[in-house]
């Protein structure tokens, strides 16, 4: 079942059904939370380049949008080791992780407005030639062999822009995409109830989303987040994104516990699509957010910090 809050097409909207538990949350907001490897040494701005990962062509930094190994979720609840906690403040507080968000958001952005140009642009004609020889009756004096003449014709092909499905769309997760739970993670060692803390008191918006959320909505986009936290916090998510710049976004969607994450996102892209939207970019920092297809390019940020399975 999907759960979805906010307008959909004519304001459309998906009820959730289940009481909030604070405790449950607190326990299993981010199931199998993981630490993603050991931070890369210092270097400019990685090239965003396509790459696959469980199935999904990613535009990223390869491998994992970083440059990091994928290292499986352990299923424990338990934060970093202790040995890894100054290499993640150190990418954080260095400025390359905002360096590394920029990147991918800057992608985003240029893939956007190079597919609204396209769209806007007039069909034209293009002359397109070929030659071919065609036998004669005609014989060579001295050899005797057949005379080819050349024989060469033009047609004007009719060349339409390719344009769009629909109203053209943005999909932004929130934790990690939109919204930043930075020093809550630091602060409990980044384990998962870090991220729970940063859903119900609050994180920062990230820059370099809050500006692609910006440019979207000045070109005429519809935007949507599409989050795995639970519909019971669906007002103190969205204060949070009010209070740190975000507005009149389009829908809001959140995930019920139960369902897992690919599933629910992929499934909500598959709604918005019937709806009449033609998803130009999903943006997330899990694989989860990015698998399932229903856009025309997804963009990974990189998030060393945690890591989410499903």
Same mark, same amino acid.
């Given at each position: 079942?999907?759960?979805?809050?906010?307008?959909?097409?004519?304001?459309?909207?998906?009820?959730?059904?289940?009481?909030?538990?604070?405790?449950?949350?607190?326990?299993?907001?981010?199931?199998?939370?993981?630490?993603?490897?050991?931070?890369?040494?210092?270097?400019?701005?990685? !090239?965003?380049?396509?790459?696959?990962?469980?199935?999904?062509?990613?535009?990223?930094?390869?491998?994992?949008?970083?440059?990091?190994?994928?290292?499986?979720?352990?299923?424990?609840?338990?934060?970093?080791?202790?040995?890894?906690?100054?290499? /993640?403040?150190?990418?954080?507080?260095?400025?390359?992780?905002?360096?590394?968000?920029?990147?991918?958001?800057?992608?985003?952005?240029?893939?956007?407005?190079?597919? /609204?140009? @396209?769209?806007?642009?007039?069909?034209?004609?293009?002359? !397109?030639?070929?030659?071919?020889?065609?036998?004669?009756?005609?014989?060579?004096?001295?050899?005797?062999?057949?005379?080819?003449?050349?024989?060469?014709?033009?047609?004007?092909?009719?060349?339409?822009?390719?344009?769009?499905?629909?109203?053209?769309?943005?999909?932004?997760?929130?934790? @990690?995409?939109?919204?930043?739970?930075?020093?809550?993670?630091?602060?409990?060692?980044?384990?998962?109830?870090?991220?729970?803390?940063?859903?119900? /008191?609050?994180? @920062?918006?990230?820059?370099?989303?809050? !500006?692609?959320?910006?440019?979207?909505?000045?070109?005429?986009?519809?935007?949507?987040?599409?989050?795995?936290?639970?519909?019971?916090?669906?007002?103190?998510?969205?204060?949070?994104?009010?209070?740190?710049?975000?507005?009149?976004?389009?829908?809001?969607?959140?995930?019920?516990?139960?369902?897992?994450?690919?599933?629910?996102?992929?499934?909500?892209?598959?709604?918005? !699509?019937?709806?009449?939207?033609?998803? /130009?970019?999903?943006?997330?920092?899990?694989?989860?957010?990015?698998?399932?297809?229903?856009?025309?390019?997804?963009?990974?940020?990189?998030?060393?910090?945690?890591?989410?399975?499903?």
């Amino acid at each position: 079942m999907m759960v979805g809050h906010g307008k959909l097409c004519g304001g459309r909207e998906m009820q959730a059904g289940r009481r909030f538990s604070l405790v449950t949350y607190l326990a299993t907001a981010m199931l199998a939370v993981a630490l993603a490897g050991v931070v890369a040494p210092a270097r400019a701005a990685a !090239e965003v380049v396509p790459y696959e990962l469980g199935g999904t062509t990613i535009f990223g930094e390869r491998p994992t949008a970083l440059g990091l190994p994928v290292l499986p979720a352990t299923g424990t609840f338990g934060a970093a080791p202790a040995e890894f906690l100054p290499r /993640l403040r150190d990418y954080h507080d260095s400025g390359r992780y905002e360096q590394d968000l920029a990147s991918v958001a800057r992608a985003a952005r240029d893939y956007i407005a190079a597919r /609204l140009a @396209e769209a806007r642009r007039p069909a034209r004609t293009d002359r !397109e030639c070929s030659t071919r020889y065609v036998a004669t009756s005609v014989r060579h004096p001295r050899t005797g062999e057949r005379l080819y003449r050349r024989v060469r014709s033009c047609r004007l092909r009719l060349l339409r822009p390719r344009g769009l499905s629909g109203r053209p769309a943005l999909v932004l997760d929130i934790d @990690e995409t939109s919204l930043s739970n930075y020093r809550y993670l630091e602060a409990t060692g980044f384990s998962q109830l870090g991220v729970a803390q940063g859903a119900l /008191l609050g994180g @920062e918006a990230i820059q370099p989303t809050l !500006e692609l959320f910006r440019y979207a909505k000045s070109a005429g986009l519809a935007v949507f987040f599409v989050t795995g936290t639970p519909p019971e916090l669906k007002q103190v998510r969205e204060d949070n994104l009010r209070r740190v710049g975000y507005s009149n976004w389009d829908g809001a969607f959140y995930k019920p516990m139960n369902e897992p994450t690919a599933k629910f996102k992929s499934g909500v892209r598959a709604e918005l !699509e019937r709806q009449g939207f033609d998803i /130009l970019a999903n943006v997330g920092d899990q694989v989860s957010d990015l698998a399932g297809g229903h856009a025309d390019r997804s963009f990974k940020y990189p998030n060393p910090f945690y890591f989410i399975p499903n």
